[in-house]
């Protein structure tokens, strides 16, 4: 899949001034970075929007004739947000779930003063009980941006959440941990993202049996992402599919439209360990 943008305006001059190949990777990252620079300022002006949690919705009760809901109906949809953010990072996202036919999406606030992805990861699921037991669903699929897809894969492996979770998508999410901003240690949350933490260690164990179907979006111009393959799931018990994204970065993944059908598409692929397109061919956005 190819989106097309439009060309920034110095950059026929890095074309002349570049060697090709260099010139091409630098174009790329030029082009990544401009969006990048976008995306936060756009993010910035939202982000109030989405400090309080969402307004909890409880459908009206079927009358007794009515027939129940078919198995094959689409569970729930929960956003699950990055370090430091909030669900507005998830505005047009959600946008292209509901007018594709997702109407039950629901987002979780956790604090930014979280220290503990264990923490964290008991909340999504005490969340997770609350959104089945309104909904009458059995499971609900998960799209986690960055630290919220390590928060949502500890509740499926280590907390029993593979009964619950039909599917996670995670997008720019260490799973093998990043070596980014070492200065950021400070923050407890943060080493337990760095290679070798418990929390890591607790997620390489064996998980056999595990039902839920993983499958991870990473871009190879993710800035926060140290390596970059980090952001793909590599062990031997789990359903994963890893899909590259190639042309954007790290804050652009839970926003752009290509990787948003990316995600519509993993999320209605049925169970069966079929393949659709970008999770074949991979995502370009050029």
Known sequence: MKVTGAALPFLPLCRRLLPSRLAGLSLALLKATALEIAIL??????????????RRTV???????????????????????????????FVLLRRSLAQHGRHQLESLNYSPLTCDIRAAAELLGRHIEGICERTGS??????????????????VQCLG???????LVTLGTPH?????????????????MRP??????????????????????????????????TACIDHPDLMAQNVRVSGIGHLALPVHPAVATGIRQALDTARTGAETAPQADGLTVA
């Open 41 to 54: 300022a756009g993010h910035v002006l939202l982000y109030p929007s989405g400090i309080t949690q969402e």
């Open 59 to 89: 459908p009206a009760l079927p009358a007794r004739d009515t027939a129940p809901l078919p198995t094959e109906a689409q569970p729930p949809v929960v956003l699950l947000h990055g370090f430091i953010d909030n669900r507005s990072v």
């Open 138 to 155: 059995s499971q609900v699929d998960i799209v986690g941006h960055s630290l919220g897809g390590l928060i949502a894969r500890y509740y």
């Open 161 to 167: 959440g593979d009964l619950r979770v039909r599917t």
């Open 176 to 192: 093998s941990g990043t070596r980014v901003v070492p200065l950021a240690n400070a923050h407890p949350i943060v080493r337990q």
């Open 196 to 229: 070798g933490s418990p929390v890591l260690e607790e997620l390489a164990r064996p998980a056999p049996g595990c039902r839920t179907r993983f499958v991870s979006f990473w871009s190879d111009l993710d800035h926060l992402m140290d390596p970059l393959e």
